[in-house]
């Protein structure tokens, strides 16, 4: 579980996990909190049963803690399953038990994501990128699993073993578009990926960690172009670039709304920084604890 600032929501997901119906440890990664929330936090969760600490002493996002997570599992951990969540997820008790039924039930899936809210099945392609479209409820078999790339999910499950084929996320993301970057990657190792429709979570607080909107722009942008290098080579990339730069650009030309100005201006920023190779954290003056303010 990928913590930032956030000790009352995180203390409700580690519970929520710990009283799952099947035996769950919990490893909560402190991603460079402040030193403040670090106590509230030991002092929340101090002492719990199956619970452990990670601490890292700088924020690598949550794509960038997901990743040195489960590296780290694969290699360690006799468990054959592992579950991945944002701190402020919660899930209900038999999550982890339908997310792993629906692993191990069909050996060719890598990656199961868990239902927040409606069904939003994700596409991608070469040239049009990353695309969620919302499925049916007659479609959608209470108890069952939907076949799909990726599904758009706060909280996912992996086998060990496509772990070790290479399936994961990319820690250059930082933040947002994990779940594309995951089915892809398992599509890309042989496995394919499902949601399990049983596999109820919660997000207490959609953005909790996002100081304003600025910083989703920037790194939607950025990240739409990582992936298209990625999966589609230089060409997609740039062309995903040009394709998402040159509307934001004129926008931050023309607009009168000064809010809509920042907006273009930083979704330009974020393809040229992804065409040119700069990721990893954003920039200092997007990235602000929840509470603070810039």
Known sequence: MVHWNRPAQCERSVRSFLAQTIPSRVVVWDNGSRSDAREDLVRRLGGMPRLAFEWSEVNLGFAGAAAASLERWAVMSRETIGVVAAHDVEAESDAVAEMSRALREDKSRGVVFGLDGEVREGRWGRWRGARVRAVPASAVSPGGSVE??????????????????????????????????????????GFSAALATGARVTSLEVGGSVGSGSLVDYLTTRNAVLVAGKYGGRLAALWRAVRLSAPAAVREAVSRSLARRRAAHWRHRGAWDGLQGRFGAPPDELLVSPGESR
Not at 166 to 189: H, I, K, M, Q
């Open 148 to 189: 799909g790339l990726f599904f758009h999910a706060p909280c996912w499950a992996v086998s060990q073993e496509a772990v070790r084929r290479g399936v994961g996320v990319d820690p250059r993301l930082f933040a947002y578009g994990e779940e594309c970057d995951l089915g892809l990657s398992a599509r890309r190792a």
